[in-house]
């Protein structure tokens, strides 16, 4: 959502107040530069020393020296850019009276040397490569103190020598049931025959051997209870181990067997709170599908949305991916605060011999309505306005777990346009208003929910409707959907739309608006259509704690429209009719409405490199393609590819880049798309002082068209807007530029600066901006923006 774009109609004044703005933003940095440089021991005792530097020097590429800096017991204070240590400055610039001033809280105290840490760390790197298969290890620290100054680097030289490779794999287990399960596991590629010995990797592996077993029903079984002997008395670095089990013993020191477990009750407290002692006697309960379920005063949720979320059964062995599954489908209802599932033993036998367990699982209800009440204030290129939300939320409409939303939205803004050195003021209207309703269960024929093993999958349902009034025209969209959301793990989740229904009506358009696009590409974004979809997305993505780690996202989608309407049509032997408002064109109707028949696909990934608890790198790729056929020539407008703005490539405003060279004219407001879109970005991120975060970036792409029938280019040899793979390389653009964020947690406001650096709609062999002119106030573009680009 963009509350601040940038366009090209700004004043001279507006120009010159954000220069000055930003002159005096990179003032007040430069100083705080100067004295982190200058002044960095300031509060530096007599007799010690700064940590300026650690540096690791590894003559082994199997190890990623990133893996190693956790065990520095001592690093440096931070730096931004590699370069100045932001922090460090705002400490020093503290006053050494007072031990708890502002300055002080938001700067970072000295990292004073302490040989103790040097020997600490030596003792960790070692036990660490030791740990990966590195016996003969040989590590030593070195200690060099500046010429001037009161600093000091530490460098860690690190010979690893020739790792342990496993050569053989054998197994010592007295239980033949546990023998068989361990046997049929898959080791990971890093624990064959052949590999590295690692311990580390071992560990791992002990954790996925111990789920095999508790999953076949040793509740009692932990990973501690597996251990491997290693015996590494050969020639040539090898190693041979042996997978061995704890054996149990009674009290008289005799060894006995594991013992499976069953489960022989389940019972779920729908309104547990911590901390409160509760007698069940004095709680209401029913029995329902073999589970009890035991409430205050009333069941606020259906019993069988919830017994359908436990996949615990009475008489069944215990089972953690059951457990698992049980816990997150549970949580996926969105219904309480915290799932909470215990079991306790029954201090009984089954006629098997097995243990019998008593399960009960606990759920801390949430409030179940809420509603608030959101203002914004909108400022496109001094062009003010105003809007709001007002959403009202309900988590169990019906008593199914059943989410229900609804926001009703509006605004109103004052737009201005400039043609021929004249200025015409005039207000742009939007109303809407979207309601959506989730339910936990999954309403399909022939499907069972066996099919799906982590959670239960929601059905989703929406309605929608907006109303858009300009100048030019007046515009209506109602919309509707149907379809299905789930988790396949703890990283993926799948979303498909069985129907994803759109009808865009255009009950006023201004005639000599229409009459200046008539012959157009775009021409068709401003007629009556109606679109009929199916979709699918596939997201990975691992970025789902605040710990500070790397992480990954991957998303793919596919979208098919106006297939199943084109073949009706087809089979009853409909006629094409002519497209209102556009001359040379017939299509299908439906409800004498055009519908669009498409196939679109994109693909995006991003990596976060979290380099330490300052600095990060995210990367990020964007590809995706839609081809109008059949019923359509083109497109529909609001499935068109566009870029630049808060979250495209910046130094751009929004819609103002592309397809291919092409450039709108001074005059005309920024409206520019495509049916084929490629994009990379890259931003290196770094954590000032308080809750202020700073960014620099570079972005690249741009959008092009399947052929050159656009806005009238036909035949154009200088303008070219359709994709060509001998072509498209000279018509991407790239822009650079920083940033400034206030991260608040829940809310991150961000303000970036994109400055151009190659333009494709400039003439050949001057697209690149610096090597062959000045900056102007063209080429840069500022965004303001709520959240992170990606």
């Not at 028949?597 to 990020?620: C, M, P, S, W």
Request: with cysteine; charged share 25%.
């Amino acid at each position: 959502m963009y509350l601040y774009d940038n366009l090209k109609k700004e004043s001279k004044l507006q120009k010159l107040n954000r220069y000055r703005r930003l002159s005096l933003a990179i003032a007040v940095m430069a100083i705080v530069l100067m004295f982190s440089s200058c002044r960095s021991t300031r509060f530096v005792p007599e007799g010690k020393y700064l940590v300026d530097d650690v540096e690791i020097k590894l003559d082994t590429k199997e190890i990623k020296q990133i893996d190693l800096n956790r065990f520095i017991r001592q690093k440096p204070n931070a730096k931004i850019l590699g370069i100045a240590r932001v922090k460090l400055g705002l400490y020093n610039l503290s006053s050494k009276k007072k031990e708890n001033d502002w300055l002080k809280r938001m700067g970072e105290e000295p990292v004073i040397y302490e040989d103790y840490y040097t020997e600490r760390t030596v003792k960790n790197l070692k036990s660490y490569f030791q740990n990966k298969g590195f016996y003969q290890v040989q590590i030593t620290d070195t200690v060099i103190k500046h010429r001037k100054g009161k600093k000091l680097d530490v460098i860690y030289n690190i010979k690893a020598g020739k790792p342990y490779l496993i050569r053989n794999i054998d197994y010592d287990i007295a239980d033949a049931r546990i023998d068989s399960i361990m046997r049929k596991h898959k080791l990971s590629d890093e624990n064959k025959q052949g590999k590295r010995f690692d311990i580390e990797s071992l560990k791992d592996e002990c954790e996925n051997l111990s789920r095999d077993i508790r999953d076949s029903g040793f509740y009692n079984f932990g990973p501690d209870m597996i251990s491997v002997s290693a015996d590494s008395a050969f020639a040539g670095n090898v190693v041979d181990f042996k997978w061995r089990v704890k054996e149990l013993l009674d009290n008289n020191g005799k060894a006995i067997p594991y013992r499976k477990a069953r489960i022989k009750n389940v019972t779920l407290f729908t309104d547990f709170k911590r901390g409160e002692q509760v007698n069940n006697g004095s709680l209401d309960s029913i029995l329902y599908d073999g589970v009890k379920l035991f409430y205050k005063k009333k069941l606020r949720v259906k019993p069988d949305v919830l017994t359908n979320a436990i996949f615990l059964k009475n008489d069944e062995l215990f089972s953690q991916k059951n457990v698992e599954r049980t816990y997150n489908s549970l949580a996926a209802i969105r219904q309480y605060r915290f799932v909470n599932i215990l079991f306790e033993n029954a201090n009984e036998l089954d006629s098997l011999g097995n243990e019998l367990l008593n399960c009960k699982i606990q759920l801390s209800p949430l409030t179940r309505q809420n509603y608030s009440v959101n203002l914004e204030w909108t400022n496109s290129s001094g062009d003010m306005g105003v809007g709001g939300t007002l959403q009202y939320g309900h988590k169990n409409l019906f008593g199914g777990a059943e989410i229900f939303n609804v926001n009703l939205k509006g605004g109103v803004e004052k737009k201005s346009t400039t043609v021929n050195d004249e200025t015409t003021a005039f207000n742009t209207n939007e109303i809407g208003v979207d309601a959506s309703l989730t339910i936990p269960k999954f309403f399909a024929p022939y499907v069972k929910l066996k099919s799906f093993k982590y959670t239960t999958p929601n059905t989703t349902m929406s309605l929608s409707y907006n109303f858009q009034k300009r100048p030019d025209y007046t515009r209506t969209i109602a919309a509707a959907r149907f379809g299905y959301k789930w988790r396949s793990s703890r990283f993926i989740q799948h979303r498909i739309n069985l129907l994803d229904f759109n009808v865009v009506n255009l009950p006023k358009v201004n005639e000599n608006f229409l009459n200046q696009i008539r012959d157009l590409n775009i021409r068709n974004s401003y007629i009556d259509h109606l679109i009929s979809a199916t979709n699918y997305s596939y997201t990975y993505n691992t970025q789902i704690s605040p710990q500070m780690r790397s992480y990954s996202y991957f998303r793919f989608g596919v979208e098919s429209a106006g297939n199943i309407l084109s073949a009706a049509s087809n089979i009853l032997g409909s006629s094409k009719k002519k497209v209102s408002g556009v001359s040379d064109e017939n299509a299908y109707h439906l409800f004498k409405t055009p519908f669009s028949q498409y196939l679109k696909a994109d693909i995006e990934f991003r990596h976060g490199y979290v380099l330490d608890k300052t600095n990060t790198i995210v990367v990020r790729a964007f590809a995706g393609i839609g081809v109008p056929y059949g019923n359509s020539s083109v497109l529909p407008f609001e499935k068109r590819y566009f870029t630049g703005g808060a979250n495209g490539i910046r130094a751009w405003s929004i819609r103002s880049l592309g397809p291919g060279n092409y450039k709108a004219g001074a005059d005309d407001y920024p409206n520019q798309t495509g049916d084929i879109k490629l994009e990379t970005n890259v931003e290196y991120r770094f954590k000032m002082f308080w809750k202020l975060e700073g960014a620099l970036f570079l972005d690249a792409g741009n959008i092009w068209t399947i052929d050159d029938e656009y806005n009238g280019v036909a035949g154009n040899e200088s303008v070219q807007t359709a994709f060509k793979l001998d072509k498209f390389m000279n018509q991407i653009a790239v822009g650079s530029g920083m940033g400034v964020r206030v991260n608040l947690s829940y809310f991150v406001f961000r303000l970036d600066w994109g400055l151009k650096l190659r333009d494709p709609a400039l003439p050949r062999g001057e697209r690149w901006i610096p090597a062959n002119r000045k900056f102007t106030k063209d080429d840069y573009n500022f965004s303001f923006a709520i959240g992170y680009p990606f």
